[in-house]
């Protein structure tokens, strides 16, 4: 039982390059979420996705895109890296999406860009 | 717009002290409030988790208190040990949203 898996660990980008980041869980959660920590600052969400075939915008949702490809899987795809993009990424997920739900997180993905 | 502050950013004691570790929030209309424990290069696990309708949460040696009025949670960590060496993050998920709002964290050292 491996949890949340994120892949990669580490990227490094120029300006302008995309990439996808991707997410996996074998809890058979429902939900599942996309997150980046700044220092000094709290988690942001960016993307959720409260079950399978739905997602919706959090709070930073500016140049990215996201895919709840299957129930285990969720990916976050950035089309055009910005510096203000270099932020480690957590994916998270849930049973269900809010109230008591606890969210289990992978171990960040963390991205430089140029 | 909901705010979450975490003070001190950072704390440092010797092992076997009580320690009491801090988290504000400025709409008391929240959902619940949850503590999670950060290792270096590592995910987030949740700790504690207490609905806006409780008022603390035990697990071990942890209590995490919600005073929703006040807009004030703590978490206490009793006889504490260097394992407990971690950043401590506080959220909380407010009425009818699945998001949580965040705070950044203390960083909480216990020296041997």
């Known amino acids: 039982n491996a949890g949340v898996t994120q892949t990669p660990k580490f990227q490094v980008l120029k300006t302008g390059q995309s990439m996808t980041l991707q997410c996996a869980q074998d809890?058979?959660?429902?939900?599942m979420y996309w997150y980046r920590q700044d220092p000094g600052m709290g988690l942001r969400l960016i993307y959720y996705s409260a079950s399978e075939g739905t997602t919706d915008k959090g709070e930073v949702p500016n140049g990215y895109n996201v895919s709840r490809l299957n129930k285990r899987e969720f990916s976050l795809r950035l089309e055009s890296a910005a510096p203000s993009q270099t932020s480690v990424y957590f994916c998270?997920?849930?049973?269900?999406?809010?109230?008591?739900?606890?969210?289990?997180f992978g171990p960040g993905t963390r991205l430089t860009v140029l | 717009k909901q705010e979450v502050t975490q003070i001190p950013a950072a704390l440092s004691v010797p092992e076997g002290e009580n320690l009491v570790l801090n988290c504000s929030f400025t709409d008391s209309a929240i959902y619940n409030l949850q503590w999670f424990r950060q290792d270096p290069g590592k995910g987030l696990t949740s700790l504690l988790l207490i609905q806006s309708s409780q008022r603390e949460q035990t697990s071990g040696r942890l209590n995490a208190s919600l005073d929703k009025s006040s807009g004030r949670s703590t978490l206490y960590i009793a006889a504490s040990q260097p394992g407990d060496s971690a950043t401590y993050l506080c959220?909380?998920?407010?009425?009818?949203?699945?998001?949580?709002?965040w705070g950044a964290g203390t960083k909480l050292i216990i020296k041997p």
């Open positions: 959220a909380v998920e407010m009425d009818s949203n699945y998001q949580l709002i």
């Open positions: 809890m058979n959660h429902n939900s």
């Open positions: 998270a997920s849930s049973l269900l999406a809010g109230g008591p739900n606890t969210q289990y």
